[in-house]
C-alpha cells in the first residue's frame, strides 16, 4: 500500500484537474487496474483515492460503466447543494429550488417590519425565547393548523422551530441512535439524508407505489430488521420529488403496519399546502405515533426559517430536550412575523396565489417539455425529467449548467443503496416571471431533445 502523503498526493493532483476543468466533468477516469499499474500502486489504494474523490463529489462510480469526474457544480448539485448557475444567455436561472416568493411579499414584509417597530417593547424580540416557543405564538399556530385540518389541535402539541430542516434535525436527535435503521422511501429527502449520514443513521428504502410508500414493503422491511426498525420517515402529500400524494386506503394500511410493528411516523408536509383536497395528514390517523412537521418556507417564505413540529403528547419531552440542545428557539422576530401572517389571513391568501403560479407554472412546463415523457403532479413546483439513455445524467446537468441554468440530478433524492434513475427534478418555483421560467424550460428541452436525436 502507498504511504498516506503519497495517496493523498494522488486525491489532490486529481481534485485539482477536476475544479480546474482539466478534467472536464464526465470525463471517464482510467479504470481502477489501468490507474495502478501507470503509476505503480496497488489497485486498493487506486480504490481508496476514487473513493476519496466520490465522498468530495468529485466523481461518481456507475456500476458497468466506471467511474467519472464531477464538476464542483454538478457535484454540488447531486449533494442538493446551493451554487449559482454558470452565466449564459438567460443570466442565471435556478430550476433547482422551489421558493416561489410572491412579488407582493417583499411590501408585506416592509410594512410588517414599520408596523413592529412601531408598537410595543422591541427588547423582547432580543431577548430569549423560550425553547419551544411563546405560547401566542403556538396559539397562533394551534389555531391555523385546527383551520386546515378541520380538528382542533392544543398549542402544547407543538414545539416553534427555526425551519424545516430545523425541525428533522430537532427529530434525529429526540429518536434516532447510531446505527439503528429508520426507514424511508426509495425516493426521498436530501436534508433529511444528509442529517442521517452525519449521525451514521442507516436508511432502510422501502419500495413505492404510485401512491407512495407501499404498506406492504414497509411490513417486510421490518419482519427482515428484526424488531430494530422503529421510525419511518415519508412524505405522503405531493411527495417530494415525485409528487405523488397517497390515498387516504394507503395511509389507513401505513398505519395499520406501523402499529403492528410499533412505528413512530415522521411525516413531512413541506409541500402539502398545495393540496387542497388532501387526505387527512398522518397524525390524524395516529395521533400516538405520528411527528408531523409544517414550515413556512414554502408557503410563506424560506427566509422566514420557521416551522411547527408536531409531536404525540408522550414524546414531547423529548422533542423538547433536542429544542433546548439544538439551537434553543426560533429567532422572535421572524416567529413574530409568522404569526401576524397566519392570524390575519395573509398566508393564506398567498397560499391560494402559489397553488395557482405552481398550476400556472406546471402548464407551461407541460408544454415546454411536450414528447420527453415529464411527469408531476398538476399542483406541484417540479416535475420530473428522464435523460435519454445516449446521454448520462451528470452530462445533462453540466451542459444545462454551461448554459446558466440550475437542475437537480434524481440521485439526489435515492435512497443509500438504491440505483437512481437517470433523471433530473426540473424546479418550477424559483423563476421571477413565466417568461425567465419558459426561457430556461426551452433550453432544458433542447439539450433533452438533441440527445434523443443522437
Not at 424550460?441 to 443522437?454: E, N, S
Request: hydrophobic share 45%.
Amino acid at each position: 500500500m502507498a504511504a498516506p502523503a503519497r495517496y493523498l498526493e494522488h486525491v489532490e493532483r486529481l481534485s485539482d484537474a477536476i475544479a480546474r476543468g482539466d478534467l472536464a466533468s464526465g470525463t471517464r477516469l482510467p479504470p481502477q487496474r489501468a490507474y495502478a499499474d501507470a503509476h505503480g500502486l496497488a489497485v486498493s489504494t487506486v480504490t481508496r483515492i476514487y473513493a476519496e474523490l466520490a465522498r468530495r463529489g468529485l466523481a461518481v462510480g456507475e456500476v458497468g460503466r466506471g467511474t467519472y469526474a464531477r464538476s464542483p457544480a454538478v457535484g454540488a448539485a447531486a449533494a442538493f447543494a446551493q451554487w449559482s448557475p454558470a452565466p449564459g444567455a438567460l443570466g442565471g436561472v435556478d430550476l433547482a429550488f422551489n421558493y416561489p416568493v410572491l412579488q407582493e411579499q417583499t411590501e408585506a414584509f416592509r410594512q410588517a417590519l414599520r408596523e413592529t417597530a412601531a408598537a410595543g417593547d422591541l427588547s423582547a424580540l432580543l431577548a430569549h425565547a423560550p425553547h419551544d416557543g411563546h405560547p401566542h405564538d403556538r396559539r397562533a399556530a394551534a389555531q391555523w393548523l385546527s383551520r386546515r385540518d378541520g380538528v382542533a389541535l392544543s398549542p402544547d402539541a407543538l414545539v416553534v422551530c427555526a425551519g424545516g430542516q430545523h425541525a428533522l434535525d430537532v427529530l434525529q436527535l429526540a429518536l434516532c441512535r447510531a446505527g439503528e435503521p429508520v426507514a424511508v422511501e426509495s425516493l426521498t429527502y436530501p436534508g433529511w439524508k444528509a442529517l442521517a449520514a452525519l449521525r451514521d443513521v442507516p436508511l432502510v428504502a422501502v419500495p413505492m407505489t404510485p401512491g407512495g410508500m407501499d404498506p406492504a414493503a414497509l411490513d417486510m422491511a421490518c419482519r427482515a430488521h428484526a424488531g430494530r426498525l422503529r421510525i419511518v420517515y415519508t412524505m405522503p402529500t405531493l411527495h417530494n420529488p415525485l409528487g405523488c400524494v397517497m390515498p387516504l386506503a394507503q395511509r389507513a394500511a401505513l398505519v395499520e403496519v406501523a402499529r403492528h410493528h410499533d412505528l413512530l411516523l415522521i411525516e413531512d408536509s413541506a409541500y402539502g399546502f398545495l393540496v387542497d383536497d388532501a387526505p387527512p395528514p398522518l397524525r390524524q390517523l395516529a395521533p400516538e405515533r405520528t411527528f408531523e412537521v409544517c414550515s413556512l418556507s414554502k408557503p410563506g417564505a424560506p427566509g422566514l426559517r420557521v416551522a411547527y413540529l408536531l409531536a404525540p403528547p408522550d414524546l414531547l419531552p423529548r422533542v423538547h430536550a433536542a429544542m433546548r440542545a439544538s439551537v434553543w428557539s426560533a429567532a422572535p422576530l421572524m416567529v413574530q412575523l409568522a404569526s401576524r401572517w397566519l392570524a390575519d389571513g395573509t398566508l393564506d391568501l398567498w397560499i391560494a396565489r402559489k397553488r395557482s403560479l405552481a398550476r400556472r407554472r406546471q402548464a407551461i412546463a407541460q408544454a415546454c417539455l411536450a414528447g420527453l415523457d415529464s411527469t408531476g403532479h398538476d399542483g406541484s413546483f417540479h416535475r420530473l425529467l428522464p435523460v435519454p439513455a445516449t446521454l448520462r445524467c451528470d452530462d445533462a446537468v453540466a451542459a444545462l449548467h454551461a448554459r446558466g441554468i440550475a437542475v437537480t440530478p434524481v440521485d439526489a433524492f435515492v435512497a443509500p443503496g438504491q440505483s437512481a434513475p437517470s433523471a433530473i427534478r426540473v424546479a418550477l418555483g424559483s423563476p421571477g416571471s413565466d417568461e425567465a421560467l419558459q426561457a430556461a424550460l426551452r433550453q432544458v428541452a433542447d439539450v433533452m431533445r438533441a440527445a434523443r436525436r443522437q
